[in-house]
């Protein structure tokens, strides 16, 4: 049995009241406001609205790297307390570093644990052959094409058995056919390593396509206006997007966010403003 | 663009141009009025005086001190500029306590520094190192705080998402992520550390190629002059040249993404 099919680890998410403001001074203001929900451990959550809205703000506290300004933010029972590998994050582009390969990237996380070098490279080198880059291992990131950048994150959060996997939109960069077999392929790795997923974007097929749940979200302050249970049987293929069902459903989408529509808003990042300081990232020595 | 075998002619056509019209100049006293070529010593006698400096002893001797001076100031600020670099890229305390006076010192010339480093420093040696070091100290710095900051802030969050405490982030991301930056800083200063030298080496007794060189205007020795100052020139450029070389080969990934 290899090492990444291990019983799946609890992933509960409990927000209750939870604020979160950015900005500073009188420039200040909140991107969520008292929101109360909860995601059950291994469930696939996308949280659904328009740019700006707030949805990858709540996706960077839960991460750890915003701290809110009231409630309280809880997986599996314990607070929120900074980010934590527990937690793994997948941004709109890829973070890999561009001095390690490929292999080193993935083993990462390995090698802050302590893991000796042989030890992680074979755990590391097993998780690229689950996102299909067995053969990309000695590269550079910057070798890669946009969607295998994207799978070596993904390979290189899960490595470390992440109770939740936050994904911010990980596949919005990428042109339309990739995307779509990144989604397929996400819920195939989904399949073997089950754990919480909250995965972000604007793209309400990507969302009705991947999702048990969609909280769809209204902009600032970000609310949770509909919560939607989606029933369509797993596995799914992309014969699913032409069924009446999700058209319905889909049509239902459009109707909710165009609700919202007119309010163009700049776009949030899970670390706060796009253009700020980023003072919760500046760490002193 | 031209081919290399194109372009290699074409620069060595201009070094010979260039030197071309030194030698009608030198030969023919050239008066331009705002500048006159009137002293300026021929290529061919500069020639004389450099092959009198190799055939004679004292090179190796010149030699060896301006390489201790100039390489002993380089490391110590290599060292001291990258690790200060590290701490005010990275710690807003240290930015706010360590550079402003480090910002009021660095316009202050290295000739400046002359006869306080002689009142400092109990040997004329240890003021030539300090010198140099001055020299080199502030690109270093300046590089390595420039590259600190502008390491990319989510590849800091994400190692820290991985695990990475703060000091696996320094090493294994802030690091390498200013490296380029550093290199290039690295560089500059082992060009400005060979500028200091001649400014150093007038305080220094005997050897030295900057000695030489300021010597030899003392006594009015024109050839010398223009022998040492290529001679600055040359190892300027090949000590250059070499911290390029050893930088490009820390950055592997780093020519790549420039290449693509």
């Known amino acids: 049995m290899s090492s990444y099919q291990q019983a799946p680890e609890p992933g509960r998410i409990d927000a209750r009241g939870v604020s ?35 949805k990858s703000t709540l996706l960077g506290a839960l991460a750890g790297h915003l701290v809110p300004s009231g409630g309280q933010l809880e997986v599996d029972g314990l607070p929120v307390d900074g980010p934590s590998p527990q937690r793994g994050m997948v941004f709109q582009h890829h973070t890999l570093l561009p001095w390690r390969s490929v292999l080193d990237n993935v083993a990462f996380g390995l090698k802050m644990q302590g893991q000796g070098k042989a030890e992680r490279h074979r755990r590391a ?98 609310r949770f206006i509909e919560d939607l249970r989606l029933t369509f049987p797993r596995p799914r293929r992309s014969s699913l997007l032409t069924s009446p069902e999700f058209t319905h459903l889909k049509r239902h989408c459009l109707a909710l966010l165009r609700h919202e529509e007119g309010r163009e808003l700049p776009r949030l990042t899970p670390l706060g403003l796009p253009d700020s300081d980023h003072p919760p990232l500046r760490i002193a020595l | ?14 070094l ?105 420093f109990p040997s004329s040696e ?25 390491v990319d802030p989510r590849l800091v969050a994400s190692a820290r998402s991985l695990g990475a405490g703060r000091l696996a982030i320094l090493r294994e991301v802030v690091l390498p992520g200013a490296l380029p930056s550093i290199v290039t800083g690295l560089a500059i200063g082992m060009g400005t550390s060979w500028f200091c030298l001649v400014t150093a080496e007038m ?38 040249a070499l911290v390029k070389r050893l930088g490009a080969l820390a950055t592997p990934w780093y020519r790549l993404r420039r290449a693509s």
């Open chain 2, 16 to 120: 010979l141009a260039c030197l071309l019209f030194w030698q009608v100049a030198a030969s023919h006293k050239l008066d331009l009025g705002l500048f006159t070529f009137t002293y300026v010593p021929t290529p061919g006698a500069v020639l004389d005086a450099a092959w009198q400096l190799v055939t004679s002893s004292t090179l190796l001797e010149h030699l060896t001190s301006s390489l201790s001076r100039v390489f002993s100031g380089y490391l110590l600020a290599a060292v001291l500029g990258v690790a200060l670099g590290l701490l005010i890229g990275r710690s807003r305390w240290a930015e706010d306590t360590l550079l402003p006076p480090l910002e009021v010192l660095r316009p202050i010339p290295a000739v400046a520094w002359i006869p306080l480093a002689i009142l400092m």
């Open chain 2, 203 to 240: 305080i220094s007794g005997q050897f030295g190629i900057g000695y030489y060189t300021w010597e030899s205007y003392t006594l009015q020795n024109y050839p010398d002059i223009i022998v040492g100052m290529l001679l600055i020139g040359v190892l300027g450029m090949g000590s250059s």
């Open chain 1, 20 to 54: 979160i403001r950015l900005g500073q001074g009188s420039q200040a203001f909140e991107a969520v406001q008292a929101l109360d929900f909860a995601i059950e451990p291994g469930e696939f959550v996308c949280i659904l609205g328009p740019s700006g809205c707030g």
């Open chain 2, 126 to 150: 240890l003021s030539m190192v300090f010198i140099t070091f001055t020299g080199a100290l502030f690109p270093v710095l300046l590089n390595t705080i420039h590259g600190v900051e502008a």
């Open chain 2, 1 to 14: 663009m031209p081919s290399p075998l194109i372009r290699w002619p074409v620069r060595v056509a201009s």
């Open chain 1, 125 to 222: 080198y097993e998780m690229l052959q689950l996102v299909g880059l067995g053969d990309f291992a000695e590269r550079w990131p910057s070798q890669l094409s946009g969607g295998m950048q994207q799978r070596a994150e993904i390979a290189r959060v899960l490595i470390n058995r992440p109770r939740l996997l936050l994904m911010d939109e990980p596949f919005g960069a990428l042109d339309a056919q990739t995307r779509s077999r990144m989604q397929e392929l996400l819920l195939d790795i989904w399949t073997r390593i089950r754990t919480t997923v909250v995965f972000v974007t604007h793209d309400i097929d990507e969302a009705l396509f991947l999702a048990d749940r969609i909280l769809v979200m209204s902009p600032r302050p970000g």
